[in-house]
């Protein structure tokens, strides 16, 4: 089947750590986003990237960092530096050959710091 | 600028019909979209309409864009519980990116 998958659905980390937040597609998709999203507010970009190993900050992007040395994956690592990074995290990719944009999300990972 | 604008909540019986309204600022948009996200998931694209139409049916969901006002709507017939859900609406432009709105909770009683 495919899709993007996300890993784990719910994390738990101490105040200080960093922790990376996974995220797989094989949709054979060249871009991919990472969005925050907190109670009623909507998705806040915080990375994304159009092709391997290129990547652009989103309208949030202070105390995140990604990767993209692979197509399908785009991890995201919530740094200690994020000050508020309780929050649900969402993956999308799409394809860039399309004028349509639709964008294809991951169920989502749900982070709790403490 | 871009920014996308909706309600936060609606509630409707089971069995009417239910409007969700958008607005939105830019008017290059290309493409209009709909998604749905239930609790605890992620968003499903609904459908999409291009700027150039007016209206688009697919089933039980009806899309009308007015370009001039810069309002889109998704009217939702029949609704049915497991139509409850958050709500978004998205533009797109000619670039990678989606602009989402800030999400229309839909709650649908007995």
């Known amino acids: 089947d495919g899709g993007i998958t996300q890993s784990p659905k719910y994390l738990f980390r101490k105040e200080g750590q960093n922790v990376t937040l996974s995220c797989e597609q094989n949709?054979?998709?060249?871009?991919m986003y990472w969005y925050r999203q907190d109670p009623g507010q909507g998705l806040r970009l915080i990375y994304y990237?159009?092709?391997?190993?290129?990547?652009q900050k989103g309208d949030i992007a202070e105390g995140y960092s990604v990767s993209r040395e692979k197509k399908e994956s785009f991890p995201l690592t919530v740094t200690s530096a994020q000050k508020n990074p309780t929050a649900f995290y969402l993956c999308?990719?799409?394809?860039?050959?399309?004028?349509?944009?639709?964008?294809?999300f991951g169920p989502g990972t749900r982070l709790t710091v403490t | 600028g871009e920014d996308v604008e909706q309600s936060l909540f609606l509630s409707v019986r089971e069995g009417d019909s239910s409007v969700i309204n958008c607005t939105y600022t830019d008017s290059s948009s290309t493409y209009l979209y709909w998604y749905k996200q239930e609790p605890g998931a992620g968003l499903q694209l609904l459908t999409y309409?291009?700027?150039?139409?007016d209206m688009k049916q697919d089933q039980r969901l009806t899309v009308l864009l007015n370009k001039k006002d810069k309002h889109l709507s998704l009217r939702i017939a029949d609704t049915q519980t497991g139509d409850s859900a958050i709500y978004f609406c998205a533009e797109s432009f000619n670039t990678d990116k989606l602009i989402f709105g800030t999400g229309t909770r839909l709650q649908v009683f007995p």
């Open positions: 309409i291009f700027s150039n139409m």
């Open positions: 949709l054979n998709h060249d871009a």
């Open positions: 999308a990719s799409s394809a860039r050959d399309r004028g349509l944009k639709e964008q294809y």
């Open positions: 990237s159009q092709i391997v190993n290129d990547f």
